[in-house]
């Protein structure tokens, strides 16, 4: 079901409520930054939630998700919860993976996050191998991918694409093109006519979409997860959408003109939504803001539970290093 068939105004409402929970979470992580309780980079997808939402709506608990350094969005869409979430990015004790990941490598197995991944693309071929286990396996579930549109410049966007075509591997490749490539706009670097083409060149089928319209997502990624079930092999969708921030919460993107940003805060996805909704019958704004008063005092208890939390012990950085072989190096 989408956003265009029965029950509408309850999956819109929905999809609201969750692209709400990512927003406050990262304005929260980035205030976390501000503050000194968060140490490393964050990467917002203020202004990309309609791409998370949209495509994570459409897959089953037991399905796969490879993600980015930008990767908070796709993680809570996939069903993480709040307070675990909040204590990674902190480094405190009982974060998804003990405080040790921090905000790019955040994973949570028991809603089928595989992890985030800072190396641009190294997922792609994480995510391919992920798919062809699973047709070993013949298990069922299916695989998504997200990555920028600065990864189809790198090695693993071919690796990756050609082996899942090539196996008919059950997977989804969504390519988030917000535009840039870190701080250089993509479509200076990138031959050709972009990620479509290039996945079309190797027989994937793929479209195209306005990634700020969750509803637009939620038919898309219906329909290939749909084809990708039904044994189809692997399909491409090409999300056009924007961040509002720069690449890092610390970078002020003066490489963007203030008009531009203008521009696109008219198109951001959680307002175009609510506009959308204010429309159905029986929704009213203080319904929406009663759902996002109830989404803020949610995000607010996991940061003062985040910031309470203990710092792990001194003794848990041994834990979970791997020790298989032996580790001396000899000459050859």
């Not at 980035?30 to 949209?54: C, T, W």
């Not at 980015?68 to 996939?78: E, Q």
């Not at 286990?133 to 069922?140: E, H, P, Y």
């Not at 920028?148 to 050609?162: K, V």
Request: glycine letters at 12%.
């Amino acid at each position: 079901m989408t956003c265009a068939g029965a029950g509408q105004s309850v999956r819109m409402l929905n999809f609201y409520r969750e692209m709400l929970r990512i927003r406050y979470f990262e304005e929260a992580a980035i205030e976390g930054l501000k503050e000194g309780l968060v140490l490393g980079a964050i990467h917002p997808s203020i202004g990309q939630e309609a791409v998370a939402v949209g495509v994570c709506a459409n897959l089953e608990k037991r399905d796969v998700v490879l993600s980015t350094h930008r990767g908070h969005g796709h993680t809570l869409a996939k069903g993480a919860r709040l307070q675990p979430m909040m204590r990674e990015l902190f480094g405190r004790e009982g974060g998804y993976c003990k405080g040790k990941g921090g905000s790019m490598h955040i994973a949570d197995f028991s809603v089928g996050m595989l992890g985030s991944n800072g190396v641009v693309a190294a997922n792609i071929v994480i995510a391919t191998g992920a798919a062809h286990a699973i047709k070993l396996r013949r298990s069922g579930e299916l695989v998504v991918c997200f990555f920028g549109d600065g990864a189809i410049n790198r090695g693993p966007f071919l690796e990756g694409l050609n082996w899942a075509q090539v196996n008919r591997l059950p997977i989804l490749f969504v390519c988030e093109d917000n535009g840039f490539a870190a701080t250089t706009r993509t479509d200076a670097l990138s031959a050709g006519e972009g990620p479509s083409a290039r996945a079309r060149s190797l027989g994937i089928a793929a479209i195209e979409i306005d990634g700020n319209d969750v509803c637009r997502v939620d038919e898309a990624a219906a329909r290939l997860v749909a084809e990708i079930r039904a044994g189809g092999g692997p399909r491409f969708l090409h999300v056009r959408t924007y961040r509002l921030t720069g690449h890092t919460a610390s970078d002020p993107a003066a490489y963007r003109p203030q008009s531009e940003l203008d521009e696109r805060l008219g198109q951001e996805p959680i307002e175009r939504l609510r506009a959308q909704l204010l429309q159905q019958p029986g929704v009213a704004a203080g319904l929406l803001d009663e759902a996002a008063g109830e989404i803020r005092a949610a995000v607010d208890a996991a940061y003062a539970d985040a910031r309470d939390a203990p710092y792990p012990a001194a003794a848990s950085a041994f834990e979970d290093v791997q020790d298989l072989g032996d580790p001396r190096q000899e000459a050859y």
